[in-house]
């Protein structure tokens, strides 16, 4: 079988890695060339820094490996992804494709899923989501995701073909809510690292991490998706990592909010957006999600650090 994964990130960098040790093709498509050359020469990738590229692995910018692929992992920010499914709609057309990005697109308020069915119907369309960090992924590491398919069928034979003696894959039907689940832990890891940036503590880490937990299975019951799936990999666990180590990106951007410090604006932030994404979604289907707006203020500027602070504060006193 081929295997191609799309985005050479750190994420898409590391499934490649673990990959590898399948008796499978694996290639990685990258899109900045300079990278890729690089990439190829040393076998090394700074995204992913200390993990050396199997000479096996193989390395490319042209969507070729897509159109030969049997199976296609797309590991590209949720915001971009529109565009690419867009942009090579032939080389993907009538293969299983496997989303890895977590998040919601902004622009029309919908899940990855629901932007690749949209634009290739006849294709079946999986998520890989979890607790994860890609070093650890590289290094062979024990990992579990939740892979989500809504064609059981398919979903075993995913979950055959990307499984490893480290990286465990459990499947599930309920597509809808491993996706949310991904992507609003994002939300609350930037909540969370927010709240040890401004020096609050590990006690009101635990409490928003909780209270946020009750907004991911809210907005999530009113979209559709099954409690269950919220308690697995794809929503506790996955906030569970996030909320709690420097090894989140999204954690890391909280604290530099809460401590008042510059951010990269060049690396991707997927909460950022998820988070305003998420406030359109509540203000649809009339939710009260105080965190996620309190978040979606932050990133956009409409809200200080002082003042979000307080606006949690000074909530009604209620019943849990």
Not at 192 to 203: E, N, P, R, W
Request: proline share 5%; hydrophobic share 45%.
């Amino acid at each position: 079988m081929k295997i191609t994964i799309v985005g050479a990130g750190a994420f898409g960098t590391a499934l490649a890695v673990a990959l590898t040790s399948t008796p499978q093709q694996i290639t990685l498509v990258g899109r900045n060339a300079d990278l890729m050359d690089h990439a190829n020469k040393t076998r090394s990738n700074p995204k992913l820094p200390n993990v050396k590229l199997p000479e096996t692995l193989h390395l490319s910018t042209t969507s070729s490996p897509v159109a030969d692929a049997d199976v296609v992992l797309l590991a590209i920010p949720a915001q971009t992804l529109r565009h690419y499914v867009d942009e090579n709609h032939g080389a993907l057309s009538g293969k299983p494709i496997v989303v890895c990005c977590k998040g919601i697109d902004l622009a029309s308020l919908t899940t990855p899923t629901d932007i690749l069915l949209d634009a290739l119907p006849q294709n079946v369309a999986a998520v890989l989501t979890g607790p994860s960090f890609a070093a650890d992924i590289a290094r062979g590491l024990p990992t579990a995701l939740t892979l989500a398919c809504s064609n059981d069928d398919a979903g075993q034979e995913l979950q055959l073909a990307l499984s490893t003696a480290t990286l465990r894959l459990y499947r599930t039907t309920d597509v809808m809510g491993a996706q949310l689940g991904g992507a609003l832990k994002n939300v609350m890891a930037i909540a969370c690292g927010a709240t040890i940036g401004a020096g609050l503590g590990d006690s009101a880490r635990a409490a928003l991490m909780t209270r946020g937990f009750a907004e991911i299975k809210r907005l999530a019951a009113a979209l559709g998706a099954r409690p269950d799936t919220l308690h697995g990999l794809s929503g506790l666990g996955d906030l569970a990592l996030t909320c709690t180590s420097e090894g989140s990106r999204n954690f890391r951007f909280g604290v530099s909010l809460g401590a008042g410090h510059p951010w990269d604006e060049t690396t991707t932030v997927e909460g950022a957006a998820t988070a305003q994404a998420a406030l359109g979604l509540a203000t649809h289907h009339k939710l009260d999600l105080p965190i996620t707006q309190t978040v979606a203020g932050l990133v956009s500027g409409s809200l200080t650090i002082d003042t979000a602070l307080q606006k949690l504060l000074s909530r009604p006193l209620k019943e849990e």
